[in-house]
């Protein structure tokens, strides 16, 4: 395993595909670790089924799959919201957008098998979008989806001091003149953006796991948001890293099981991580907690 992981960038594929996957797994892990924090899981959810509708809606009309997946995720993040509360949409608006988009899915599945069938097509690309096909992404898609992917970081970083800050308490960073509203909305239109580029990566089946597993193991291991959001970011690129090395190594196993398997078992370790903790500290004073307010009104970076 070794030598072949050693040799794992030798091809042009796997290049891609770790170039494109580092780029997707941290802002997956960035944007994942404020829909957790943010309490947005199900948005998250909502959007896995909304990307495979969007790119069932481009195979049907014959469209570049990305058309389909950047503007039916993002569409639908904007929706949430405008009809949610002010700081976040609520399970209401998302449950109620979710069902008309899911049946979306099923008219351009429909189109889509129609137009596969007469045409010849083996509906391949179909079962991609659900669960990922990342070592098949060509050098310029790899790199289109890199740019996207970085945007979304980049994006991050800009407002990420103000968007914790009013992610943890909206109403007294409204009352410091904070824009809460259009935080949400551009966190909003991040978080599509980045399950566009994520179901590439790890379809959209899985995409769910990208975004919550490595947020909810990095806030197991620290209570303090700005380290847990990096945190989560590292977790991830390395989940996605060494996905892509077991799938090189074991070719009957595909890139996202390996990649989601691996995020997961760090969440499961955090468990028994904090047992342990919680054992060694038992007889140890107690430290003095950190405000998670003040820890975000005072993180570096952004806004």
């Known amino acids: 395993m070794t030598t072949a992981a050693f040799f794992v960038l030798a091809h042009p594929f796997l290049e891609s595909a770790f170039a494109a996957g580092t780029a997707i797994a941290l802002a997956s892990?960035?944007?994942?670790?404020?829909?957790?924090?943010?309490?947005?899981?199900?948005?998250?959810?909502?959007?896995s089924h909304v990307a495979f509708t969007g790119a069932l809606a481009a195979l049907a009309f014959g469209v570049d799959?990305?058309?389909?997946?950047?503007?039916?995720?993002?569409?639908?993040?904007?929706?949430?919201?405008?009809?949610?509360?002010?700081?976040?949409?609520?399970?209401?608006?998302?449950?109620?957008?979710?069902?008309?988009?899911?049946?979306?899915?099923?008219?351009?599945?429909?189109?889509?098998?129609?137009?596969?069938?007469?045409?010849?097509?083996?509906?391949?690309?179909?079962?991609n979008v659900l669960f990922g096909s990342i070592l098949g992404l060509t050098g310029g898609q790899a790199l289109a989806d890199s740019v996207v992917a970085l945007a979304?970081?980049?994006?991050?970083?800009?407002?990420?001091?103000?968007?914790?800050?009013?992610?943890?308490?909206?109403?007294?960073?409204?009352?410091?003149?904070?824009?809460?509203?259009?935080l949400s909305t551009g966190f909003f239109v991040l978080l599509g953006l980045t399950?566009?580029?994520?179901?590439?990566?790890?379809?959209?089946?899985?995409?769910?796991?990208?975004?919550?597993?490595?947020?909810?193991a990095a806030q197991?291991?620290?209570?303090?948001?700005?380290?847990a959001l990096w945190l989560s970011g590292v977790i991830a690129v390395g989940s996605m890293w060494a996905g892509l090395t077991l799938a090189y190594v074991y070719p009957v196993m595909p890139p996202s099981f390996g990649i989601l398997s691996v995020a997961t078992a760090v969440y499961l370790g955090t468990f028994a991580w904090s047992g342990l903790a919680r054992h060694r500290a038992a007889g140890s004073p107690a430290a003095v907690p950190v405000p998670a307010a003040a820890d975000a009104a005072g993180a570096p970076g952004g806004g």
């Open 29 to 47: 892990g960035l944007v994942g670790s404020l829909v957790v924090l943010r309490g947005q899981v199900f948005a998250g959810d909502a959007l």
């Open 220 to 227: 197991r291991f620290t209570a303090r948001p700005y380290r």
């Open 152 to 182: 979304v970081v980049v994006g991050l970083v800009v407002i990420g001091r103000p968007l914790l800050f009013a992610s943890l308490d909206p109403a007294v960073a409204a009352a410091r003149g904070v824009p809460v509203r259009a």
């Open 65 to 127: 799959l990305r058309l389909g997946l950047y503007g039916g995720c993002v569409a639908f993040a904007l929706l949430l919201a405008v009809l949610g509360r002010r700081t976040s949409a609520d399970d209401t608006v998302i449950g109620s957008v979710f069902a008309w988009v899911l049946g979306l899915g099923a008219l351009f599945l429909s189109l889509f098998a129609t137009s596969a069938s007469g045409t010849g097509g083996d509906g391949t690309a179909g079962v």
């Open 195 to 216: 399950a566009g580029v994520a179901t590439q990566a790890v379809g959209a089946l899985l995409l769910l796991g990208l975004l919550a597993a490595p947020a909810g």
